[in-house]
């Protein structure tokens, strides 16, 4: 009977141990959300308040679960938050430009390819080996200058530019990357103007 009663203990004692560590670092979850400057840093860090807060939900002692509940709800919703609604969320709409961008790498270079091969610059996609385009891009067109442009077709850039355009000779040939109307904040690096 003791035994048993001493084993009790040891399992309060664990379950007490790890409630209190989830929430420590729930609390530090909360400072990164609040302190970080990075939007990235911010959702990691509520996404780990929510997460800890979880814990003694399930596992921590009737008198420590409504501290975790309440971390879990304000991650939950601090998560929530930060994301935005699906559209319109920046970090969203600045991820979907990059990904386009880094498509487009991809056909600049194989434009570039075609071109030291050729000697001329590709009419369409079907002169070049590369992955289709991306659902966020309306359309791919490419001048008779070697410029590549992409229509977006996600708001609120929808219908806006990026224009790759090649400068140099047929050995060492650059790429120019503008983004047209879009907004600065949604650009990446390498075609915001400089």
Do not use: H
């Amino acid at each position: 009977m003791a035994e048993q009663e001493q084993q009790e203990g040891t399992s309060f004692k664990v379950r007490r141990s790890l409630t209190q560590l989830s929430l420590a670092f729930a609390v530090i979850g909360l400072i990164a959300g609040v302190a970080v400057m990075s939007p990235d840093g911010r959702f990691a860090g509520l996404a780990l308040m929510a997460l800890c807060g979880a814990v003694p939900l399930v596992i921590g002692p009737s008198n420590l679960r409504k501290y975790g509940a309440f971390a879990a709800v304000v991650g939950t919703i601090g998560v929530i938050l930060l994301a935005g609604s699906g559209e319109s969320s920046p970090y969203r709409n600045k991820a979907r430009t990059q990904a386009v961008y880094d498509v487009a790498v991809q056909y600049c270079e194989a434009s570039a390819a075609y071109r030291l091969r050729a000697k001329s610059w590709p009419a369409g996609v079907a002169d070049l080996n590369v992955p289709k385009k991306p659902r966020t891009v309306t359309s791919v067109s490419f001048g008779a200058d070697g410029s590549i442009t992409f229509v977006l077709s996600f708001p609120p850039v929808k219908d806006s530019t990026l224009v790759f355009t090649p400068s140099g000779g047929n050995a060492a040939i650059t790429w120019t990357c503008r983004g047209g109307s879009i907004p600065e904040a949604y650009l990446p690096a390498a075609c915001r103007e400089r």
